[in-house]
């Protein structure tokens, strides 16, 4: 079935470091893909999303590209801040008349200052 | 956007009893999910929830110990029956964005703790 793998964490970061979460998925036809973050105590938002192969989602400085050749959907960062400490989660909603989510693990990141 | 409000934030119930779950989203949404999040895992789908018709259900959860009800389209409640300690988690619903059905806002969750 399909299916979301992440990159296992924790990850730990100072101020202004490079930051890269890996996740790859597995779906038949061509599924929507996004990551969510949860910051502590609060819900999950969505950070971004890509719907087709070689789109590019981008908020908060964050970026990820849809590669179908490679069925990766790759979350980075160019310079991270202590505000960006939280649990990233990658995701997919397999067709496009289904709705449903398939999350990865989630990733937890700290930055310190 | 929607925001969604679920209440309880946080409970901590004792073993055999059910808590129910409210979430009351600001504008009408056709579709609203339920999912666990236990401890130190990601989100796992329990159910779907669609104004006017049954809650459809994922594998390894049923109807008897996760009674959803969607009178309207801006409210749902789940309800966690019988608790045992192993129904500690985090519970969250979303809805679909109108705006875009891939879309889905979430709630802040309801952690409960069963002793």
């Known amino acids: 079935g399909d299916s979301v793998t992440q990159m296992e964490g924790p990850v730990t970061l100072s101020e202004e470091a490079f930051l890269t979460i890996n996740c790859t998925y597995t779906?038949?036809?061509?599924?929507?893909l996004f990551w969510y973050v949860q910051y502590p105590g609060e819900g999950l938002q969505l950070l971004l999303k890509?719907?087709?192969?070689?789109d590019k989602g981008s908020n908060k400085g964050f970026e990820a590209t849809y590669r179908k050749e490679t069925t990766s959907f790759h979350l980075e960062k160019g310079s991270v801040q202590v505000s960006d400490s939280a649990v990233y989660f990658c995701?997919?909603?397999?067709?496009?008349?289904?709705?449903?989510?398939?999350f990865g693990a989630g990733t937890t990141v700290t930055v310190r200052a | 956007s929607a925001v969604i409000s679920q209440k309880p934030s946080r409970d901590i119930c004792q073993r055999g009893t059910s808590l129910t779950i409210q979430c009351q989203v600001d504008?009408?949404?056709?579709?609203m999910f339920w999912y666990r999040q236990q401890p130190g895992q990601s989100l796992t789908l329990i159910a779907t929830a669609n104004q006017g018709s049954e809650a459809t259900y994922e594998s390894g959860f049923v109807i008897d110990k996760f009674p959803i009800s969607r009178p309207n389209l801006t409210f749902s409640t789940l309800t966690v029956s019988n608790m045992s300690p192993e129904d500690s988690s985090i519970y969250l619903c979303?809805?679909?964005?109108?705006?875009?059905?891939?879309?889905?806002?979430f709630g802040a969750g309801t952690r409960l703790s069963v002793l």
């Open positions: 890509a719907t087709k192969a070689d």
């Open positions: 504008s009408q949404v056709t579709m």
């Open positions: 995701a997919l909603s397999p067709r496009s008349n289904d709705y449903k989510l398939s």
């Open positions: 979303s809805v679909t964005a109108n705006e875009a059905k891939n879309i889905q806002y």
């Open positions: 779906a038949t036809g061509y599924p929507s």
